[in-house]
């Protein structure tokens, strides 16, 4: 069963509304004449058949305002599931999101890293080649000297 929209709701209360209080009319008109004289069988037919078509409407409104009802619950339950599948996705997409932001600032991290090891690896490097230097300089000059 699919949910009816607001505007048929109203139509349907509005026309069963306007029914109601035509038939509701005519029984205020026939029952003092059914009253006055409750023998005659016109008046008296008259007056049962009006009171079933208003125990008919008075049905259908009854049961207009019971679908109303659950089309209530069935669109109170639909917006609740929606947003609980919203916020799972917003919890998700959080997630997603630092996860991303995590790999871009690593790469940056990495990248930086990298230039670090490689000014330590030169700079060792270097300081490796003044010592070479000296120990090439002092064993030449201890060669010269002995």
């Known amino acids: 069963m699919s949910v009816k929209t607001p ?66 619950v ?20 959080k997630n997603l999101t630092d996860k991303l932001n995590n790999l871009q600032h690593s790469d940056y991290a990495a990248g930086g890293e990298l230039i670090d090891k490689k000014f330590l690896y030169n700079e060792i490097f270097s300081e490796n080649v003044v010592l070479a230097i000296i120990v090439t300089c002092i064993s030449g000059y201890l060669i010269r000297k002995y």
């Open 7 to 72: 505007s048929e709701h109203e139509n349907l209360f509005h026309s069963s509304y306007k029914r109601f209080s035509i038939i509701l009319e005519e029984l205020t008109n026939s029952y003092p004449l059914y009253k006055l004289n409750p023998t005659y069988s016109k008046f008296s037919n008259e007056y049962k058949k009006q009171c079933t078509q208003l125990k008919t409407v008075k049905d259908a409104i009854f049961l207009y305002k019971n679908n109303l009802q659950k089309d209530s």
């Open 74 to 93: 069935t669109l109170k339950n639909s917006v609740e599931n929606i947003n609980a599948k919203i916020t799972s996705l917003n919890d998700e997409n």
